[in-house]
């Protein structure tokens, strides 16, 4: 699977978007971009994937760019509970596994 | 429809003792997962399974056995508890598509 690069923390007032970005220089073909977050002591869930289409769901956008080497969440309307350790995952549609590899995630603070 | 849930949510246990830990999903999903996680660092895979009746080893097995007898459950177990499986235990279902549903965690100390 190939290697994410995310920032370590960001910050982001209460109301305004939150822009996370994520790098993925060696990525496949075949590999999607998956996002998950984990809010404190909680179990990680599952926000949005795509492959290399724009993505938008009732949580968050996905912008992948044209390349795919990189792509950035987005939330359109961050607030207090948006606070939490965002992962960036690339991984094979499909995999016989199927396991999820969690890097060091961001972690955002949403400010008030 | 409770999604992912986890038996028991806390439990301390000393050196050596013995424990099952539960996952059960009502998703029907054919892929299952345990993960745990340390302070400070990401999920590692435990062991996982594709279905029922199969198992494998995922990134740091060693310690733990499970079995998955029934479709719906998922079960971790420690034979002889060490410190060194103090951690947080995290149970998920999913599908080929890597959409996985997490529970709410299982935080496992060992004295």
């Known amino acids: 699977d190939a290697k994410t690069t995310q920032p370590t923390s960001m910050d982001c007032a209460e109301g305004r978007a939150a822009n996370l970005p994520c790098n993925h220089s060696?990525?496949?073909?075949?590999?999607?971009v998956y996002w998950y977050r984990q809010i404190h002591s909680q179990g990680p869930q599952y926000i949005i994937h795509?492959?290399?289409n724009n993505e938008t769901n009732e949580m968050a956008s996905l912008i992948i760019t044209e390349d795919r080497k990189s792509s950035t969440l987005i939330l359109p309307h961050a607030t207090l509970r948006d606070t939490a350790v965002y992962y960036c995952?690339?991984?094979?549609?499909?995999?016989?596994?199927?396991?999820?590899?969690f890097g060091k995630g961001t972690k955002l603070s949403v400010k008030p | 429809n409770a999604g992912v849930t986890q038996t028991p949510k806390f439990r301390v246990l000393k050196t050596g003792q013995s424990m099952t830990l539960l996952c059960a999903q009502d998703?029907?999903?054919?892929?299952m997962y345990w993960y745990r996680q340390d302070p400070g660092m990401g999920l590692r895979l435990i062991h996982y399974?594709?279905?029922?009746?199969?198992?494998a080893k995922g990134e740091v097995p060693d310690g733990y056995n499970v079995s998955r007898l029934k479709k719906q459950n998922f079960l971790l177990g420690l034979e002889s508890a060490a410190p060194s499986q103090t951690s947080v235990y995290f149970c998920?279902?999913?599908?080929?598509?890597?959409?996985?549903?997490f529970g709410p965690g299982t935080r496992l100390t060992v004295l």
């Open positions: 399974s594709v279905g029922e009746g199969t198992t």
């Open positions: 998920a279902s999913g599908s080929r598509d890597n959409t996985q549903y």
């Open positions: 795509g492959l290399k």
């Open positions: 998703m029907n999903h054919e892929y």
């Open positions: 995952i690339v991984r094979v549609y499909g995999g016989s596994q199927g396991n999820l590899i």
């Open positions: 060696t990525i496949s073909g075949n590999e999607y």
